[in-house]
Structure formats: C-alpha cells, structure tokens
C-alpha cells in the first residue's frame, strides 16, 4: 500500500488507476535504466514509489501521442487478416 503520495494526488494528476499503474512501471523501469532523476530528493527507495513522487510532482506525465500510437496498433491487430 502507497501513503505518500495519496492515492488522491496521483489520480489528480493521471485519468485512471490503470494508466497510473502502466506510467508508474514504465518510469520505474527508466529509472533503473538510466538513472535519470527529475527530483533533487526522494522519500522512497523504491524505484516505482520514486516514479510516484515525479508523477505527483507533475514531473512525469502520459504522452498524448504514445496513446495515439497505442490505439492505431490495437486497430491494426483487430482487423481481418492480422490474426497470429
């Protein structure tokens, strides 16, 4: 269970509970990945609760173009004759 930052903050910031998870994990990942800090100070060790923070921050934020993108491959994959 996350306390800081509420729950309440993060969904202010992020439409739904799924985007948040899916944008949490994926900055966590670039986090271990890179490095790359957006914060001077973190109160989580953790690298998703550090992605947390930046997102409560306004620091990370979802990419209306990556959603975009997203659609368009889910469309492709539905029509007839992409079937695996």
Do not use: C, F, W
Not at 12 to 41: F, M, N, Q
Not at 43 to 55: F, I, M
Not at 76 to 84: K, V
């Amino acid at each position: 269970m996350i306390i800081y930052p509420s729950i309440d903050k993060l969904l202010a910031k992020v439409p739904s509970r799924y985007s948040l998870a899916v944008l949490a994990a994926k900055r966590a990942h670039e986090l271990e990945t890179s490095g790359i800090r957006t914060l001077p100070d973190y109160k989580s060790k953790k690298t998703v609760g550090q992605a947390l923070e930046e997102v409560a921050a306004g620091d990370v934020i979802i990419d209306p173009d990556s959603k975009l993108l997203e659609r368009d491959a889910e469309k492709l994959d539905h029509e007839p004759g992409n079937e695996e």
